[in-house]
């Protein structure tokens, strides 16, 4: 294959371009919402409500989109590299596979893994008559079940899910922007996902007492057909460039409680040369210096 490749005529082009290259640190990853063809109000108001907790970092398309991401993946990798979009979430409805959600990840603009979810209870923002949180806070991410480290499609599933809404990186936290949390629980084959606000209250002391106040989405769902990427590809995907990896630094441990141990080499030493303090008690007497001097330097006898 001969690829060709044209330099930039403008300035927002060439702007566009180093935005798309690959970078050490990576973007935070976007997400698209794309309605089926045969979508319903449930499965709408679900990628509306999922776009308004996603935002800003989220695409929702308006249109139905005709496109089976299980038999066909063409259109969702078109959209993806359109979109510069790494994670989505297909919503459609039909007899056989009622209210059904797709969530998914690319690599390199392919599918890499996706599970097909479907939704057996729902309820919306506007159903709960509570106080919501700004646009674009960043959730704390909790998962309850032992089938999420024990299972393979469920590991997988809090991988993805991590990855669909874990947010920016950021370099510091304050007390006060931890207001939001998804908790995810999987228990007798179900996966229940439950929003709530962090209210802070007083105490009587310098920690606040932490109450959590449901806010909405609520959805109950049920796990369906997965495509799973191999062992291979999924380890491909998780390498890191060689930038990123810490060099070892030479002569230095830890043992198992983190303290750090640096060896020092240094040239030996020639003690006896050692300056010490000048006291009193360090002295030698004058009976030891004679006695040092006659070992150092023997009388000789006189001769007859």
Do not use: W
């Amino acid at each position: 294959l001969i690829y060709c490749y044209r330099k930039p005529k403008t300035k927002r082009a060439k702007r566009f371009l180093e935005k798309r290259e690959p970078k050490l640190n990576e973007n935070t990853k976007n997400a698209m919402l794309i309605k089926g063809g045969n979508a319903n109000l449930t499965v709408t108001e679900v990628l509306k409500d999922i776009y308004a907790v996603k935002k800003p970092f989220a695409v929702l398309y308006k249109r139905k989109n005709i496109t089976r991401p299980f038999e066909d993946q063409t259109s969702l990798e078109f959209f993806s590299k359109k979109s510069d979009c790494s994670l989505f979430l297909f919503g459609s409805h039909n007899k056989k596979r009622p209210n059904n959600l797709i969530i998914g990840r690319m690599f390199d603009y392919h599918v890499l893994d996706m599970i097909e979810l479907g939704v057996e209870k729902f309820v919306s923002l506007k159903d709960i008559k509570n106080s919501k949180c700004p646009e674009g806070t960043k959730p704390m991410l909790i998962f309850a079940g032992d089938v999420f480290d024990v299972n393979e499609e469920y590991r997988r599933l809090k991988s993805l899910l991590i990855d669909f809404f874990r947010g920016p990186t950021v370099p510091s936290i304050r007390l006060a922007g931890l207001e939001y949390v998804l908790h995810f629980t999987a228990v007798d084959g179900k996966i229940y996902m439950r929003s709530y606000k962090v209210l802070l209250k007083k105490s009587g002391c310098k920690i606040p007492r932490i109450e959590l106040e449901e806010m909405g989405p609520s959805l109950d769902l049920v796990m369906r057909r997965t495509h799973l990427a191999s062992d291979d590809l999924y380890k491909l995907s998780l390498k890191q460039p060689k930038g990123l990896k810490p060099k070892k630094k030479k002569n230095i441990s830890h043992d198992v409680f983190g303290t750090t141990y640096g060896r020092i080499h240094m040239q030996k030493q020639d003690l006896s040369k050692l300056p010490t303090r000048k006291m009193k008690g360090l002295k030698k007497r004058p009976a030891e210096k004679s006695a040092e001097d006659g070992a150092a330097t023997p009388k000789k006898s006189k001769s007859a």
